[in-house]
C-alpha cells in the first residue's frame, strides 16, 4: 500500500464547474499537507498548505484537511480553462524538516 | 518571492557522457535542496537532499556514484549524471527551502522549473 494514494483521472469538467481533487494517506504522523500544480512539462508550484487538520480558502481554491478520516481534499470553484493541469497532493511530517510524500498526481482538463 | 531556476531546461547528450544541471535559489538562501526525477504520466520521485556544505543523502536505490550532488553554497547545487544512458532520460526537478526561516506555516519547498534530459 502506497502512503498516499491519489487517483490519477483524468477529470475532465467543463468550465465554470466545481471540482474536487482528493487523497487519502496511510501514516497519522503526516501534519503538514500541499497541493500543488504542475503544467505539463513545468516544475510543481505550490497552491495551498494547511497546517493540521481544517479548512484553507484562497480565492477560487479551498483545501480540506480531515485527520481523523485521512482524508485531504482540494475544491476548484468556478473552474477555468487555465486551470487544466495535474494536482498533486504532498504530506510530510512534523517536528522540522522531513521529506515530501507525493500523491501520483490528479490531471484535470477543464473545457471551455 | 522564492524563486528557483534550473539550467539548462533542456538538454539532449549521447550515451556515455555526462551531464550538469544547476538549481539556484534567485531570492533566498536555500539551507536545503532537493532532486527529484519524474517519468511521463508520474509523480516525483526524490532521489537526495542536500545540505549547504555537506554530502548528499540518497534515497534508496539511488546511485550516489551516478548521480553527484554538489551544494557548494547557498543558492547553487549542482546535480551531474555521469555516464549517462538512455534510461537515465527523464524529467529533473530540483526544490529548495530555508531551514532557518520556515515554520509551521511556511514549511515548504519551493520548485524549480526542471530540467527534461534526453540521453541518446
Known amino acids: 500500500q502506497k502512503e498516499v494514494e491519489q487517483d490519477p483521472g483524468p477529470l475532465s469538467v467543463p468550465e465554470g464547474a466545481i471540482v474536487s481533487l482528493n487523497c487519502t494517506y496511510s501514516n497519522s504522523a503526516f501534519q503538514y499537507f500541499m497541493w500543488y500544480r504542475q503544467y505539463s512539462r513545468k516544475g510543481p508550484e505550490l497552491l495551498m498548505y494547511?497546517?493540521?487538520?481544517g479548512n484553507k480558502e484562497d480565492g477560487r481554491f479551498t483545501a480540506q484537511v480531515d485527520k481523523s478520516s485521512k482524508y485531504i481534499s482540494l475544491f476548484i470553484r468556478d473552474s477555468q480553462p487555465s486551470d487544466s493541469a495535474t494536482y498533486l497532493c504532498?504530506?510530510?511530517?512534523?517536528?522540522?524538516?522531513?521529506?515530501?510524500?507525493f500523491g501520483a498526481g490528479t490531471r484535470l482538463a477543464v473545457h471551455p | 518571492g522564492a524563486v528557483v531556476s534550473q539550467h539548462p531546461s533542456w538538454v539532449i547528450c549521447k550515451s556515455g557522457t555526462s551531464v550538469k544541471i544547476e538549481c539556484r535559489s534567485l531570492d533566498f538562501q536555500a539551507t536545503t535542496m532537493f532532486w527529484y526525477r519524474q517519468f511521463p504520466k508520474q509523480s516525483l520521485m526524490l532521489m537526495a537532499t542536500s545540505n549547504e556544505g555537506s554530502k548528499a543523502t540518497y534515497e534508496q536505490g539511488v546511485e550516489k556514484d551516478k548521480f553527484l550532488i554538489n551544494h557548494a553554497s547557498l543558492t547553487l547545487s549542482t546535480l551531474t549524471v555521469t555516464s549517462a544512458h538512455p534510461e537515465d532520460s527523464s524529467f529533473y526537478i530540483c526544490?529548495?527551502?530555508?531551514?532557518?526561516?520556515?515554520?509551521?506555516?511556511?514549511?515548504?519547498?519551493?520548485f524549480g522549473p526542471g530540467t527534461r534530459l534526453t540521453v541518446l
Open positions: 504532498a504530506m510530510t511530517l512534523s517536528g522540522g524538516y522531513n521529506k515530501l510524500i
Open positions: 494547511t497546517y493540521s487538520s
Open positions: 526544490s529548495a527551502r530555508d531551514l532557518r526561516t520556515s515554520g509551521p506555516s511556511t514549511d515548504t519547498q519551493y
